[in-house]
């Protein structure tokens, strides 16, 4: 079997998953080594976003005399890939050998490896997918816009979270919550935009129906959204292109319009998870993290604003063992949908021997497991905090990318009590591996009210009217 040969085997194991191989600690171990080798090229990748804005990472690779020149090419690929879906982009810009480059060029192509992840882009950001490689007399300087979000709480509000298994509301008048409710729901099973439509409306105008009247909707919504139009949805992957363009695209901006041009603001929920928790701890450097459906991931910097970066470590690798579990969206291995959401759950599960019933939701489905938790189950128990031994390892690797100070931990996988099972084994892991870290970021939950709703009532703040 073909392995990353700079792979290393975690000190926090789980017998649920014995081949699990963290990012951060292969990254290390291939930067160490290349270092060590005295026989090495220091480069530079730059990931180009709207308005120009541009984000900088800096390594070191092995040069071609050198034995291991071929393990470039692997760490490359992940690490290119993970600043595309953590920071965003249709042109990656490569300072370094140019062999390298070409490489890299062949890979994020429309015909290439990651062709999900350029066709992703592409429609994101509405530009042509590019990787351009630098000369060494070319610079490379980061530009990066960060914007403050949120915090209003005056007047009327309506906050709305739409997550996919469940949709949350919450009106909120001057700042206190009146009103909180959760419906469940399957977006992403259902291809009729009306489905969505409807659903949308319906929480909205129940919220909408506790107050004199409204003035500003915040919605806080899994995918990618420019300008409060939803660029990338996986709720809505069942709709044709053709009803996405014509329903969707514009789904929040018309229902806020019918309503009498109410002031509207969509935000990511990764982003809106972070707000939350920089509101709750009055702090800022928040990495906020969601567990649901998917994985969603937002951030607070220094200043209390967002970054204006992707944020979406669903498809970021967190796993660099090749056999790791595929997700069947974007055809990848490792990434974090699969170990962050309530797929880790079920995938852990016959490894626990729990046999969950096929005809269950995925909602269900964690459910049951969550259930047998909560009645002493000892699989149920090692699902939970092997959930967490994956956290511990990937908020080191988060952490080379973000300055963190807090992070809080959200979403329906939380839930009960395996959130405490996830939070215990996430600090025994930055205790054990990366003291410094364990020492500097905070981590926790919020209580149970907040974790549940908590997206949906920051979300009301986002509006400024």
Not at 28 to 42: D, R
Not at 175 to 185: A, D, L, N
Not at 288 to 309: H, P
Request: charged share 25%; glycine share 8%; hydrophobic share 40%.
């Amino acid at each position: 079997m073909q392995t990353f040969k700079f792979n290393v085997k975690p000190k926090v194991s789980s017998t649920l998953d014995k081949d699990f191989m963290p990012a951060i600690l292969a990254h290390e171990n291939f930067e160490e080594q290349v270092k060590k080798s005295h026989n090495y090229s220091e480069i530079e990748i730059g990931i180009q976003r709207q308005q120009k804005n541009l984000s900088v990472f800096k390594t070191v690779v092995f040069n071609k005399s050198h034995k291991d020149y071929q393990e470039n090419m692997f760490f490359l690929e992940r690490l290119v890939k993970s600043l595309l879906w953590l920071k965003g982009g249709y042109i990656i810009y490569f300072k370094g050998p140019s062999e390298l480059g070409d490489y890299l060029r062949k890979v994020y192509a429309k015909d290439g490896t990651r062709s999900f992840d350029v066709l992703f882009m592409e429609r994101i950001y509405e530009q042509p997918f590019q990787v351009i490689t630098l000369n060494q007399d070319q610079e490379l300087t980061e530009n990066e816009s960060a914007k403050p979000v949120g915090r209003h709480l005056d007047g009327y509000r309506i906050g709305f979270d739409a997550g996919g298994s469940d949709r949350k509301v919450s009106a909120v008048i001057n700042g206190k919550t009146i009103f909180s409710e959760e419906v469940v729901w399957h977006p992403k099973t259902n291809s009729d935009p009306m489905y969505h439509i409807n659903g949308i409306k319906d929480s909205i105008l129940r919220a909408a129906s506790k107050m004199p009247q409204v003035d500003g909707i915040g919605i806080s919504s899994a995918g990618v959204y420019v300008d409060n139009q939803a660029m990338v949805a996986s709720l809505f992957r069942q709709v044709s292109d053709q009803d996405y363009e014509k329903y969707i695209k514009n789904i929040y901006i018309d229902i806020a319009k019918d309503m009498g041009d109410i002031p509207i603001e969509v935000a990511n929920d990764g982003d809106v998870t972070a707000l939350a928790g920089a509101m709750s701890l009055n702090d800022h450097q928040v990495l906020g993290l969601a567990m649901g459906t998917s994985q969603a991931l937002g951030y607070i910097d220094k200043n209390g604003y967002i970054t204006g970066w992707l944020n979406e470590p669903a498809f970021s690798p967190v796993d660099f063992n090749l056999d790791a579990s595929v997700d069947e969206w974007s055809n990848d291995f490792g990434c974090g949908v699969k170990y962050f959401s309530q797929d880790a759950v079920i995938k852990l599960a016959p490894s626990a021997g729990i046999i969950l019933d096929e005809n269950l939701s995925p909602a269900e489905k964690l459910k049951e497991v969550q259930d047998l938790l909560k009645n002493g189950h000892q699989g149920a128990k090692e699902i939970f905090e092997t959930i967490g031994i994956y956290l511990g390892y990937s908020i080191a690797y988060y952490a080379k990318f973000y300055d963190i100070k807090h992070v809080l931990v959200l979403g329906r996988v939380t839930s009960s009590l395996g959130g405490d099972l996830i939070i215990k084994m996430t600090k025994e892991v930055l205790k054990q591996e990366f003291e410094t870290l364990s020492q500097n970021i905070h981590i926790q939950l919020p209580d149970e009210k907040s974790r549940r709703v908590g997206q949906s009532i920051a979300a009301a703040s986002l509006p400024k009217i």
